[in-house]
């Protein structure tokens, strides 16, 4: 039975992958030559080096409280329809966002005001703001999402699927992400390609490409097998054979997934953690009890480590949940932007004490929006939201895209204020590796390849 | 070791049928909380102790493994109950709640499960109202959409074999649309906790072992459906609830996409088709005309020659998740509490997994998950557990596992401790305890070399004439460690 099935799956993936080099019109194996030349192009010496972070925010993050209509018109209509979520108006006016482009139609925005550690980022340039961001397959008028009459992104308003749709782009059946496509074309960059993708927050498609592998540790770093080089039960036999068992190389793929796996880490922990112990500590100050903070904390510390542990491009993830706040909304809501905003401003802070500030980039993500109706407790499952991107090479200070009408069944609505995006993804992934250095060939190509059906691609938010 | 001797002599299927004979024991999971001190070292939800204690010392073992693999397809997460005062207890009733239900039909397991305290908490389908007129607020639709999407249909239309069904374009086929989750969630509306009158949560503590109730005034009023199944208006909340889950109940997907998922937590990861039709068959029908049966459901997951038959192939098998090992190991070896309160915790941190814990209704890891980026994501090979599986897990659990297996899990005032006395006997003879470790905790499955190197290491250990026990015992854990850390025990086959 499983032979049968191993056969046929072999050959599914070669009439696959026949059909991917086709489509692009390249032999095998390309991804490695292709690599070569983008790091020739992009690697210029030991202060050339630039990071991406992707800060996902898991459960579907709501938009309606995380930037607030603020104009008394559209307050009033925000206020309307989510009742008793609304954050009252006079608790914005510290939060409201001048920003160096005005929206028309006279409409403002706030912050949350629990972001407001956010702001002085946002006031000084460094922090940019996506409106009505989410998954698409191509630009969506509302006509055509209701008619069904152009492809839609799978799976809508399921949490699993839209966060694999939002961390591939929709490419290869959901299995590489954007992340470690970008990965793919710049680890020959870095001299030891492991630490090309690190995420700080467990299992992530976001950082798996075709050859880019998510390498991942927790926010104390790797841990190291405990007396792996000495005796184990008083034994140093023990101790070697342990290690033999867990590293030597398997025939069947199950155990030779796993051996890969335990063998990295050990490889990669004897690598990085003496990197991070020269790390001197930060003066900035980070909240131990917020676990966010901690994951940043440790990317800092990874990218404070760069020159040891070889990297000149790199590729983080790092995520915080409860956001899928169907009920108990009034007081989870500002208790997960709390974190969020007091993880990036000290995540910003310690990248400006690194002198990094305007080569790494941060952004966060989420499964999706979620209703602008209140189901009296809490906000249901949506489409399109707000994000923000933050650096020192971020156009930031201004908003990028359209703010969404305020209504119910208005002309942005798939439902109960379930916005239809008017931003795509992979137009946020798109201009993010344009500042990485891909080309835009490469991009289209590789990285995200629903790109190709936008006309606006670039979405002006990075300096050059 | 007890039972490996009944079951050869008697056979397997005799032996299920002994456990499936088996009562449930005593206190159940939501009782022995009740009898824990206020403030002891199990309260302040620390559900964990209560179940590890079931799992580890349950007399029903085939219960207890079924009942963790329910509660992966079935989740709640402890730590996510809202609304709710002694979320431990909670917890607890809901494991009890799959136990009570585990071999009797779906439909009432469904529904027993829906009306939990602690998935209407986890779910939010308690408290969820009608919609209100004046504030335009809307039913929760939170429990309408997972009840369908995680719990018996899935996402999309199933053949009995686990394919997609796919449409004259190949593309697969959605089993409803938002618009049919916002209509589903008005038939769910008006459920709460079963308090006795007047009593908050605290002073009647037995309501999480309750059914949630409906009040009639936050149910919807007007017709509702359930995938476009109309619920008349006449119905009352339980009516149009049984109605719904009736229509859930039947749904052609529920076979496949039940039994695939028993059968990977039970059996391997990548059933073949067929497997996945036989398991289909015997839901549509257990040869009596009963729907569901889930005793009969796992007795064919169980006995089906893919599951029996030594499994061959290089996808074959399935990741031993960390909470089955942890189990197993403790089972095996005897483990008791020094003072009976199962100090065990939330062992995330340690194994990397722990029972009641997933992260979100979307469990510790998908049915569909396929490492990318490795042989298995190059041939398409789905390995649920590897999901969990990372350089950071994969370390924490030697760690932890080279530490309790000599030492025990200790606390400040107790210990939970393997009893390793009856295993002294077999220590003299390195290859003779290589050989019993590998019955009682990989079936046989390890390979030659592999036996061949564990053996030579414990053989290395000394054992001094004068004084055997320590070096017996440091070869006792060292078989154990290392026939745990070996790529053939944690890939089972």
Redesign the interface.
Known sequence: MHIDRTIDLQRREFLRRSLILGAYGMAAPLVSTLGMVEAASAAGGPADYKALVCVFLFGGNDYGNTIVPYDPLSYSAYSTIRQTLATPREQLAATALNPSVALPNARTLALAPQLAPLKPIFDAGHLGIMLNIGNLVQPTTLAEYKARSVPLPPKLFSHANQQKEWQTGGSDKLTRGWGGGMADLMMNANSMPTFSCISVAGNAVFMSGHEAIQYQMSSNGPPEIRNLGTRIYTSSNVSSTLRALITSPRSHWLEQNLNQITKRAIDAQAACAPALAAVPAFATAYDASNGLAGQLKMVARLIAARTSLGATRQVFFVSTGGFDLHSNFVTGHPRVLTTVANALASFYATTVELGVADKVTSFTASDFGRTLSSNGDGADHGWGSHHFVMGGAVKGGRFYGQAPDVSVSGPDDVGQGRLLPTLSVDQLAYTLGGWMGISDTNLASLVVPQIRNFSARNLGFMAA | MEDIGIVSTIGYAKWLDQQFARPLSKPSAWAWIQTQAQGGPVSGGQIDAAVWRRLISGPDQLRQRVVLALSEILVISAGQL??VSDPTSMAGAFWDTLEQHAFGTFRQLLEAVTLSGAMGAF??MR???KV?PR????????YA?EVV?LFCIG?VELNPDGSSVLDRNGQ?I?TYT??Q??AFAAALTGWDFNLAAGKKQQDDPAFATRPMINNPSQFSTGDKSVLGTVIPAALDGPAALAMALDVLCNHPNNGPFIGRQLIQRLV???P?P??ISRISAVFNNNGKGVRGDMRAVVTAVLLDP?ARLP?????????REPIVRFAQWARTFGMTSSDGTWQIGNLTGSLGQSPLRA??V?NFF?PDY????????????T?PE???????T???Y??YM?SVI?SGLKSSTSVCAPDYSGELAYANDAAGLVARYNLLLAGGGLGAD?LS??T???N??SVSAATPEAGLK?RI??AI??IM????Y??Q?
Not at chain 2, 135 to 142: K, L, V
Not at chain 2, 311 to 319: I, T
């Open positions: 809202d609304g779910l939010n408290g969820s109202k209100n504030s335009g607020g809307q039913p929760d639709e939170n959409r999407q996402l697969e959605y938002q618009e989750v916002t391997c990861s990548n073949s067929a497997y893919e499994a061959a192939g290089p996808a074959s098998g399935k990741l992260p979100s979307f998908e396929v490492p990318s980026n490795s042989t298995l994501g190059d041939n398409d090979v390995a590897f999901q969990i599986c990372t350089e950071s994969v370390v924490v030697l760690n080279q000599a592999t190197m564990i030579s290491a414990v290395n250990i440091n854990w060292a460690f290392l850390a070996a790529p053939d944690l890939i086959r």
